[in-house]
């Protein structure tokens, strides 16, 4: 048995346990990459400055966040067909996320119907929107605040199908076709073949009563790219809980967010997965955080905890966490994302005590230092 030390051993295993068809899907960005990349280097333009002479003999990573306690100052994202990586999947997640004492956000898309996962998972579980067609919104939302779900989040960074080009070259599709790639690849890997197909992960179970074509077009990523402000007034109107807005990038777009009544914005690219060319969110995070007053989340690239405490450091309430806890159910379901999430919170709690910080909270833009990007490559040559 490998030993699993960080969130790479995890992302190692994943791979070579998933066809690759559906690692690819897990991992793969928009365009070539370039997302991923810049998720991941934006990291090191922060650096942390270590202060001394502090008690930090007692540590507390736990954080508030609307008016709750998290345990760790970080929560589950949302993501869809969570069951390809194990049956289930999400289930997994939301148990896994309630043992650690945070939130878990389940997917429109998910596989796991929001009721389900309600009667299944205890702990705080919040409900991600995408609008596909407006009356069904409406329709989930309510089935959301019947199971119990009091956080809303509205997905609003998929205004059209990201060119996903591993996908492309793979052939993706769901439910996966049977293609000969697809075989062969299920062939090499009979354990995740017989998990997978045993519990028939190949449906959407929010849409399963859905008469309409809504799953089919929200597979094939066709949101409605005619939402403005006022579907957000809309939404804010007709929920009577909490209402975050994900995917926002723009400061000015952060302000009118919070105008419109959200209780906090996720400042996120999708992990890399929509447009190519976005900035990383923890870059945009010092500027939001500068111009607006209200709770900020982030997310897209997290691996480490010394990444989390960077982000709590610049302003961030709280981060989410994509596929760091996906590669832990990818290779040992619920226990595999308990594993995951202990990583985080052992190298948050090391962090905190390396920097002479005793309590998440007490995390500021004091114990950070800014490396001015290198720009040397871009200056003209002399003639
Ligand atoms: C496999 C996968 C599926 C995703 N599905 C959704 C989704 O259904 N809804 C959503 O709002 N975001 C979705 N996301 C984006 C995540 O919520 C989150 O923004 C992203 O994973 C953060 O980047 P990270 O994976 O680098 O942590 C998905 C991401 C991945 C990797």
């Known amino acids: 048995m490998p030993r699993f030390i960080n969130v790479e051993d995890f992302r190692e295993q994943a791979r070579r346990r998933l066809p690759r068809t559906v690692f690819d899907y897990l991992e793969g960005g928009a365009g070539n990459d370039r997302g991923l990349e810049t998720n991941r280097a934006a990291f090191d333009r922060f650096e942390l400055v270590p202060k001394r002479f502090r008690n930090v003999s007692v540590r507390s990573s736990a954080i508030e966040l609307f008016g709750a306690t998290l345990a760790a100052p970080f929560f589950i994202a949302p993501t869809g067909l969570n069951g390809l990586l194990w049956p289930d999947g999400d289930i997994a997640l939301a148990r896994a996320a309630a043992a650690a004492g945070v939130p878990f956000v389940l997917s429109t898309p998910s596989q796991c119907s929001i009721e389900e996962v309600a009667a299944k998972a205890s702990g705080a579980l919040w409900f991600q929107l995408y609008v596909v067609d407006r009356a069904l919104a409406d329709a989930l939302v309510a089935r959301a605040w019947t199971a119990g779900y009091r956080t809303l989040m ?53 849409f399963l009563s859905d008469a309409t074509s809504a799953a089919p077009a929200l597979l094939r990523r066709e949101m409605d790219a005619s939402l403005t402000w006022t579907y957000l007034s809309h939404l804010r109107a007709s929920w009577p809980g909490r209402l975050i807005v994900k995917g926002v990038m723009d400061p000015l777009d952060a302000i009118k967010c919070f105008e419109r009544g959200a209780d906090a914005v996720l400042l996120s690219n999708h992990g890399g997965r929509q447009l190519d060319s976005a900035p990383a969110p923890i870059a945009m995070l010092p500027h939001v955080a500068a111009l607006v007053e209200g709770t900020l989340l982030v997310d897209s690239g997290f691996r480490r905890g010394s990444d989390i405490v960077k982000a709590i450091a610049l302003g961030a309430s709280a981060v989410a966490i994509g596929r760091a806890v996906l590669y832990g159910l990818a290779v040992g379901g619920e226990s595999g994302v308990r594993d995951v999430i202990a990583i985080l919170e052992d190298e948050i709690d090391n962090t905190l005590a390396q920097i002479g910080c005793a309590s998440a909270t007490a995390l500021s833009s004091e114990f950070i230092a800014y490396r001015a990007p290198t720009t040397t490559a871009m200056l003209p040559v002399a003639p």
Do not use: C
Request: charged share 25%; glycine share 6%; net charge positive.
């Open 154 to 206: 509205l997905t609003v960074d998929v205004p059209a199908s990201p060119k996903r080009e591993r996908d492309l070259h793979n052939g993706f599709s769901f439910p996966m076709r049977a293609t000969p790639r697809t075989i062969a690849e299920s062939l090499a890997h009979p354990r995740w073949t017989y998990r997978v197909a045993r519990h028939g992960g190949q449906v959407l179970a929010n």
